[in-house]
Each structure stands twice: as structure tokens, then as C-alpha cells.
């Protein structure tokens, strides 16, 4: 493998490449998961993610919604499960977020990963793609901004405070609920009905701190003395209203794009990555795992992607120590 330590002629500091044993593309549930399987094995782990948060679907489509079907939790909410799966890879692996992996270079013993990290494996956990939320649709300045959300991390930080949910679907509606519980919400949708649970729904109108706002369109925003003012259209009449914020919440969805896992040299079959039963892609060194992937019989669930871990994690100890006796189970190692 190449060394990567010199020293830069433009920046005039010294970089070092850094090397490591497994790099996990993709920090949704399944490749979290891997990454504490990986530490247990003694690997050294790099986990990437796009965005500015871990946690993929559950975090970011389903955060408060109760998953039924996780192994020893009977119900456990996405965020709570999320966060309990970080919590286990806190100071053993590095975590690289707000990075989008591009770029993969085939070396002679491992490979490169957008020109700065060098790994002996990858394990593609990139889920349904990269995820980019779809942004609220007025002109705003840098200030403005910092009060406009795509997710939420903490609820409390919104506590006591007067927020602005705009969309329709569930995350809108499970957001609200969930803000309801400390903080003055209004919801605003373009069009009467909601797409989400009509129970959500239900819900909302029956509590007085949340005020239902639709068919309303967000036409201009601005702010002063720390509060946003959002000019809103009522759809079909020139009805205005003018509408005060402490922070909002776009919820209109996440784009989720999938199509530079092509330039990585694997096997797809549609949109998905094909795999061998090691869990091991045409490029050797390179696994998937998770909703990534698909084969006969699968099913996208989390539990799945877990084991699917458990597989891949067991070839790449075979691959990287093979005159080492393996140990497969954890209560031996
Ligand atoms: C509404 C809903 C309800 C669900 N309920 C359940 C349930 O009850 N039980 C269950 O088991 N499953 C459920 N699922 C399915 C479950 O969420 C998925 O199977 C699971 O999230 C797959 O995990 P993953 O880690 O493979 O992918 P994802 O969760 O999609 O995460 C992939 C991560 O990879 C990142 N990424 C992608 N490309 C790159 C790149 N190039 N560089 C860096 N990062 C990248 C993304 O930003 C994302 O964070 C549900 C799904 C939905 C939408």
C-alpha cells in the first residue's frame, strides 16, 4: 500500500493519509450496527455518512414512529434506536459525517476512498442512497436559515418555543405530535387533506397548543427580532396570512439518490447491488449489505441488515487474518 504522509506545498501542514481495516459506506441503522460488530473483531473502522446526523431511514423517516419487530426491544422508537446504536460506536470508530463518498480507487491491497482515506475492505451500507432533503422553496439569507430545519436531533431544543411544521405526510405529522409536547405548533399544508395517519391527525386537532393551517402555500420569509414572519397564500383565493415563528420544520421529504454506487465498478441488478453469500461483491474486498442490496427473498428490515453484518464481518476476518482461528462468537473474544 502507498504511505501518505508528506507534507502539503500549498497548505504548508502535514497530512497523514489515514489507514484503516474496514471502511463502512453509509451510517443508516445496518452499517451502525456493523461498525460495532467490527470493533468487537478488533478492526479497525471508519463509518461515513452524507449528511450531518447518523441514522439513516429510522432517523430521518420514521424518527418517533414504534418499531415492533427489533430483537430484545418490544417496541423502540427509530430516533431511540438510533441513538442507542451510535452510543456503541462512540470513541471506537471514526465517524466521518457530512461526507459522500464518491470516489473508490482499487489498489493493489486495498483502496483509496475520495483521494484521502486508504482501507483494506469496504462494506457499502448505503441503504436507499444518499439522502438530501428537499428544500423549503423561498429565498433566505444565511440568519434565516439557521432557523429553518430538516430534521429534528433534540425536540427540547424547541421547547416553550413557537414552531412551524410545514408538510403533509407522516414525518410532518409525527414531528408535530411529538414537538407538541413541549412547544406552541403550527402545521401548515398545502393542500386540506393530509396524506399522513388520519390518527395523527385526529390527534392534533385535539390539542390546543397546535393550530391546523391549511390549504396555505409559503410564499416569502423574513425575520426580525429573532422571529420569523412567513407570508402564507391561501391555495385557490389571495387570501394572506402572515404567520410568526420561533424556529420551523420543512418536512417535505428527502431525495434519496443512489446512482454513484455505479462508478464503484459493482454489480447492480436495478437499482440494487448484487452479492455472493459472504455478502462479497464481483470486486474483491468490497461487500453490501442492508437495503443496498437485494436477493432472492430478502425483505428490507433492519433485523436482516443486522445479520447481513454479522456475515459480512466474519468474511472480512477470514480475508484480512487467515492464519488466525476465527472466533465467532462474542462471549469468546
Ligand atoms: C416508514 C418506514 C417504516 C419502517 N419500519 C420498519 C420496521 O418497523 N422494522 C424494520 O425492520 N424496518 C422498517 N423499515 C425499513 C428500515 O428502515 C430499513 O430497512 C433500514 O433503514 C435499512 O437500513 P440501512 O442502514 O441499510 O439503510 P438506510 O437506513 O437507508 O441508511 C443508509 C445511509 O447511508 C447514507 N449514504 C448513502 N449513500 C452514501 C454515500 N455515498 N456516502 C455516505 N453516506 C451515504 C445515507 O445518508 C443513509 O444515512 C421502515 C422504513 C420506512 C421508510
Do not use: C
Request: avoid cysteine; proline fraction near 4%; aromatic fraction near 10%.
Amino acid at each position: 500500500m502507498r504511505v501518505k504522509v508528506g507534507i502539503s506545498v500549498f497548505r504548508r501542514e502535514f497530512f497523514i493519509i489515514k489507514k484503516f481495516d474496514l471502511a463502512i459506506i453509509g451510517a443508516g441503522p445496518v452499517g451502525l450496527f456493523t461498525a460495532n460488530f467490527a470493533h468487537l473483531h478488533g478492526l479497525k473502522t471508519i463509518i461515513f455518512d452524507s449528511l450531518a446526523t447518523v441514522g439513516g431511514q429510522p432517523e430521518l423517516l420514521y424518527p418517533f414512529k414504534k418499531i415492533l419487530d427489533i430483537p430484545v426491544f418490544n417496541t423502540i422508537t427509530g430516533t431511540e434506536l438510533i441513538k442507542r446504536l451510535k452510543n456503541n460506536i462512540l470513541n471506537k470508530s471514526t465517524i466521518k459525517l457530512n461526507h459522500r463518498v464518491n470516489k473508490i480507487e482499487k489498489l493493489d491491497d486495498g483502496f483509496h476512498i475520495d483521494n484521502e482515506f486508504l482501507t483494506k475492505t469496504i462494506i457499502i451500507a448505503t441503504g436507499i442512497g444518499s439522502f438530501k432533503p428537499k428544500k423549503f422553496p423561498l429565498k433566505m439569507n444565511q440568519e434565516i436559515e439557521k432557523k429553518v430545519h430538516y430534521y429534528i436531533n433534540d425536540p427540547n431544543k424547541y421547547a416553550n418555543q413557537t414552531v412551524g411544521v410545514f408538510g403533509g405526510g407522516d414525518s410532518a405529522l409525527d414531528w408535530a405530535v411529538e414537538l407538541a409536547n413541549r412547544s406552541q405548533v403550527k402545521i401548515i399544508h398545502r393542500r386540506k387533506e393530509f396524506r399522513g395517519l388520519e390518527s395523527s391527525v385526529n390527534k392534533l386537532r385535539k390539542l390546543k397548543n397546535v393550530e391546523i393551517l391549511t390549504p396555505y402555500l409559503p410564499k416569502k420569509i423574513s425575520l426580525s427580532d429573532n422571529q420569523l414572519t412567513v407570508e402564507l397564500k391561501k391555495t385557490g383565493s389571495s387570501e394572506i396570512s402572515y404567520q410568526k415563528f420561533d424556529q420551523i420544520i420543512v418536512a417535505y421529504g428527502f431525495r434519496a439518490d443512489n446512482r454513484f454506487v455505479r462508478n464503484w465498478g459493482v454489480n447492480l441488478k436495478g437499482t440494487h447491488i448484487t452479492v455472493g453469500p459472504e455478502m462479497n461483491t464481483n470486486v474483491p474486498g468490497i461487500y453490501a449489505i442492508g437495503d443496498a442490496i437485494n436477493y432472492e427473498g430478502r425483505v428490507p428490515l433492519i433485523g436482516l441488515g443486522f445479520g447481513e453484518a454479522q456475515i459480512a464481518i466474519n468474511a472480512i476476518m477470514r480475508k484480512l487474518f487467515p492464519e488466525k482461528a476465527l472466533t465467532i462468537h462474542s462471549t469468546s473474544i
